[in-house]
């Protein structure tokens, strides 16, 4: 009897948790869907530009810090529903998620969206994207995501890390995508040394294709199983006590100033720092009571589709946020105050611990969410490279050595040139040994006779080892074991499969290094990108900061690189003020925002 009590009591205990969530991802639905109809009015009356950014998402980034990504989907549902009001209605009241309006939005019309919004009360959001056929059945947001870990020595790591920097100057970011490049070049070098014999290409793509069919699989018994719980599940409420907000069109807003309208992205942004707070603790409390499967769902992701409209990889990373959160309570009780946004809630979590916790939330409260961004950036490498997990923020002169990594990458002194530190051996030296084993692996000799052109000892250990760690889908995860195991017995005798992979991809994309152009040596210094503390753009052109119709010198310090639009419509527009010299450039950005060096004022 009591454990039956238990039971009704737990049962209950999670119906409230669950109307809570519904209630609280319905009312952020239509917060953000307000946010995306300011943002909409702003880039269509040009407000970003006006207040100094060189883009909406440049913007959004620093004053509502929120990702390029999310700004562009919530802008383009307001877009979409301006002519629907019924959505438009139904989302900001709640009556339907934001899955859901994603998906009518893309086929309903202003004579048929009642007859779409009546389909949508009766259907599931799977239910409804078959209908509308657009979804795949593979539901790849559902794969499983495995973890890689990897054990390197010292120069390993380094080359590991100028590896990076350089997919990052190429436009690759993020884990699967950096982990993918590099397997694609180390499987297109081997395939062209050795014999079609020693790696077995044909094996592999069967591998690999066999791994795909099995992924499919597994999506149609997903969508089966969750066809068979939608009986269950429709049984719950509908909608928790939520706060409906007033359905206003983006007409109304085009009266409005831009002053008005960056006040009102301001406190929309700050409503929302305090609803991912709570959205994250509840998510995380809720996962906890394995809440999903007492509620007779299939699996998490369907749970967050149908009853918060959100995508399992938006709700893993909020989840996420609320584990680190409880080990960081300031940080925590900072985005709850809306002290701080959440780009630079989710940068600090990162990198803060218990011990660093108040010096990295001091610090964000004079960056930019670039500068802060660079600067966990730089703490995360170190933490790499030395294995100390507390981190403070870096000195100035700690964040000018981790960007002189990334200018040597730029100037191709990596593969160029020897290693700056001469304890280690030069890298270069290890790309002409790799390069002449590859001309000898056509050879078809086995592993035990290849033989490199330099001394052994050029492949040789650095001290200690540092250990990687990459959170990748378990699909790449299994291309890198099976790949490494396949090449590993034609690889030289002390030449690691991290080092093969980075050589290789230096070795086929040294052609993109240096900068031989005028003022090439300021770009370098400023790492090819904009100076200015709000862009992160690569267009880069030389701007005096002195002009020089005012007897401005062509002194490197006298120049900085700004994007096109910085410095022909920012600077030359009067929408930023630059003055100071390169080393420490005072900002004046729009009416709202200055910068000194990396110190940031908001009026």
């Not at 409804?128 to 495995?146: M, N, P, Q, T, Y």
């Not at 074991?481 to 080092?499: D, F, H, I, M, Y």
Request: net charge positive; hydrophobic share 40%; aromatic share 6%.
């Amino acid at each position: 009897m009591g454990c039956g009590a238990g039971a009704l009591a737990l049962r209950h205990s999670i119906e409230s948790i669950d109307a809570e969530l519904v209630a609280v991802a319905r009312e952020e639905s239509g917060l953000r869907l307000r946010l995306g109809q300011v943002l909409e009015v702003m880039q269509r009356k040009g407000c970003c530009f006006e207040l100094g950014f060189s883009s909406l998402g440049a913007y959004a980034l620093e004053r509502c810090e929120r990702g390029v990504r999310w700004v562009e989907v919530a802008c383009c549902l307001a877009r979409r529903l301006e002519s629907l009001p019924l959505l438009r209605a139904a989302l900001a009241s709640g009556q339907i998620s934001w899955s859901a309006a994603e998906l009518l939005a893309r086929v309903a019309r202003p004579e048929s969206e009642a007859q779409w919004l009546e389909r949508a009360q009766q259907l599931t959001v799977r239910q409804l994207r078959a209908e509308l056929k657009a979804g795949d059945v593979a539901d790849w947001e559902c794969i499983a995501s495995g973890s890689l870990r990897l054990k390197l020595d010292r120069e390993e790591s380094s080359l590991l890390e100028a590896t990076l920097a350089l997919l990052d100057g190429l436009g690759t970011r993020g884990a699967e995508a950096q982990v993918e490049a590099l397997l694609a070049e180390g499987q297109s070098t081997l395939l062209a040394a050795l014999p079609a014999s020693a790696m077995g290409a044909e094996e592999l793509e069967a591998a690999l294709e066999a791994q795909r069919r099995w992924r499919a699989q597994l999506a149609c018994w997903r969508d089966e199983a969750e066809a068979r719980c939608e009986p269950r599940i429709r049984d719950l409420p509908s909608e928790g006590p939520i706060r409906r907000l007033k359905e206003q069109s983006s007409s109304s807003l085009e009266g409005w100033k831009s002053c008005e309208l960056d006040a009102e992205v301001r406190r929309l942004a700050a409503e929302m720092a305090s609803h991912e707070l709570r959205l994250a603790r509840l998510l995380l409390h809720f996962h906890r009571s394995d809440g999903w499967r007492r509620l007779g769902f299939a699996t998490e992701t369907q749970y967050a589709r149908e009853r918060l409209g959100l995508s399992r990889s938006s709700l893993l990373a909020r989840r996420a946020l609320a584990l680190r959160l409880e080990k960081l309570p300031r940080i925590a009780a900072a985005l709850g105050r809306s002290e701080i946004g959440v780009e630079a809630a989710l940068q600090l979590v990162r990198i803060a611990t218990t011990a660093t916790e108040l010096e990295w939330l001091e610090r964000a409260r004079s960056r930019t969410v670039k500068h802060l961004r660079e600067e966990v950036a730089a703490a995360l490498v170190a933490v790499r490279i030395s294995g100390e997990e507390d981190c403070p923020p870096p000195r100035s002169e700690e964040l000018e050595g981790f960007q002189e990594l990334e200018r040597t990458v730029l100037r191709g002194a990596v593969v160029k040139g020897a290693a700056q530190d001469t304890s280690r051996r030069p890298w270069r030296e290890m790309l002409t040994s790799l390069g002449a084993w590859l001309a000898r692996g056509t050879s078809g000799v086995g592993a035990s006779t290849v033989q490199t052109s330099a001394h052994p000892s050029t492949w040789g250990r650095g001290v200690g080892r540092v250990l990687v760690r990459w959170r990748i889908s378990r699909s790449l995860c299994y291309w890198w074991r099976t790949l490494e195991q396949r090449a590993r017995p034609w690889l030289p005798r002390g030449l690691s499969w991290v080092r093969f992979l980075c050589l290789a991809f230096w070795r086929a994309w040294q052609h993109v290094v240096g900068v031989d152009v005028a003022y090439g040596r300021v770009y370098v210094r400023d790492r090819c990108r904009c100076s200015s503390p709000v862009c992160n753009r690569r267009d880069v052109t030389p701007h005096h900061l002195v002009f020089r119709s005012a007897g401005g010198s062509d002194e490197d310090e006298n120049v900085a690189s700004l994007c096109t639009w910085c410095h022909l419509f920012g600077v030359h527009g009067g929408r930023i003020r630059a003055t100071g010299t390169a080393a420490r450039i005072l900002w004046e950005i729009g009416p709202y925002l200055r910068v000194d060096g990396r110190e940031r004022w908001v009026k």
